[in-house]
């Protein structure tokens, strides 16, 4: 690491002016994003922000965030099992200050963007680094870190890292994440139907017979400012009942992200009788669409087959667009590969800064992540 030093910022106002330009590859690095996350980001996190340089150069900007559990009103409430309950028990007792080197908010690769080619041992060496100072930071404040996790690599990346310091580090993964590839060739929804198998163009034909009377809107600043209490409550019931949480967004969240962002931030309602019942997120990253948030009404989401016609509209936004690929995320892995989605394996690393409680990592890590069955769908013919 000659030459090589970093610097931990704690305010989107201290970063060096060359920041945007170093991070222009990814938009969840960039001021505009992160000035989002320190105006409305959820009440348990708070978030640092690393400088890379080489000698007074930047070349590299990282993300990390600090999450208090104790903070959070409950863990997700779907599931009600025995697992569940010590999984939440031993997160309150023993993970409850836990950090993250990367966006816990998303799925996908996000941790760091370099402006030069930088070799994986410095890589390994810059996030354990950081990772300490900022334990260090939370000590001399009285507050001790339990959990250290650096967050989703890519396979190619993770096997690199695993060369250097990271070999020391418990490696984990979870649910894949879902990648739409688009093909070139795609110009219209009518091509995208037209590529699918007939069982899934029957689907596809449905579930828009069934969106009958949905008015769907790309929603202004304004509009999202209006809408505001209706597109938390939406946003919250879908969060309070999945699988696990980690955090709740905070109430002024979509409004500050469309306030920041501009068009690299939509949002979509989905209006019946004037109602609005439901909402999605795209963040335009680069040739890449990111799905962020959703919200719905549960009880119009069953008829209207909502959720589903909800993927249908992110792939034809992509489309449409030009977007090379939609990143789909983590969860309901079924019903994105029936639209197109492929799961793509991702991995993070996990320490307990309690040497004990670390050295049994991998028991404890496959005791608490529930297992997943799930059916593969391939819906092109």
């Known amino acids: 690491m000659d030459g090589i030093t970093f610097k931990i910022y704690n305010s989107v106002n201290a970063l060096p002016s060359l920041w945007d330009t170093v991070a222009q590859k990814n938009v969840f690095l960039q001021t505009p994003y992160l000035s989002v996350l320190e105006k409305s980001a959820p009440l348990n996190m708070e978030c640092f922000y690393i400088g890379i340089f080489e000698h007074s150069n930047l070349i590299g900007v990282s993300l990390a965030q600090y999450l208090d559990l104790n903070k959070l009103e409950s863990f997700g409430e779907r599931d009600k099992c025995i697992k569940t309950l010590i999984r939440n028990f031993v997160f309150k007792n023993f993970a409850s200050h836990t950090l993250f080197l990367g966006n816990n908010m998303i799925t996908g690769q996000n941790g760091y963007s370099f402006s030069k080619e930088i070799d994986f041992e410095c890589i390994s060496e ?20 339990h959990l250290v996790s650096f967050k989703d690599f890519y396979e190619n990346c993770s096997v690199e890292l695993k060369k250097h310091r990271f070999n020391q580090v418990y490696e984990f993964s979870t649910q894949p994440n879902m990648i739409f590839y688009l093909k070139k060739e795609w110009k219209s929804a009518e091509d995208y139907s037209n590529a699918l198998s007939k069982k899934y163009r029957d689907q596809y034909k449905r579930a828009h017979k069934k969106f009958d009377g949905i008015i769907v809107k790309n929603m ?8 505001e209490n209706t597109i938390y409550e939406l946003y919250h019931h879908v969060a309070k009942n999945a699988p696990f949480n980690t955090f709740f ?10 306030e920041q962002c501009g068009n690299r931030f939509q949002i979509f309602g989905y209006f019946l009788n004037g109602k609005l019942v439901g909402f999605h997120t795209l963040l335009l990253n680069d040739k890449t669409l990111e799905t962020y948030f959703l919200g719905y009404d549960e009880t119009i989401q069953k008829e209207n ?51 004990l409680i670390n050295r049994f ?15 593969q769908r391939h819906p092109f013919k």
Do not use: C
Request: no cysteine; hydrophobic share 40%; aromatic share 12%.
């Open 126 to 145: 810059i996030l354990l680094q950081t990772s300490n100072e900022i334990i260090t930071y939370f000590k001399q404040k009285g507050v001790k870190i």
């Open 220 to 227: 202004s600043f304004e509009e999202v400012k209006l809408h």
């Open 249 to 258: 967004l905070a109430k002024n969240h979509f409004s500050t992200l469309k």
């Open 305 to 355: 087959m909502l959720y589903l016609n909800m993927l249908y509209n992110m792939t034809t936004y992509g489309i449409e667009n030009g977007f090379d690929r939609i990143i789909f995320g983590r969860t309901a892995l079924e019903i994105k590969s029936s639209v197109g989605g492929t799961p793509v394996h991702m991995s993070g690393f996990i320490f307990h800064t309690n040497k």
């Open 361 to 375: 990592m991998d028991p404890i890590f496959k005791k608490l992540e529930p297992t997943l069955q799930w059916q």
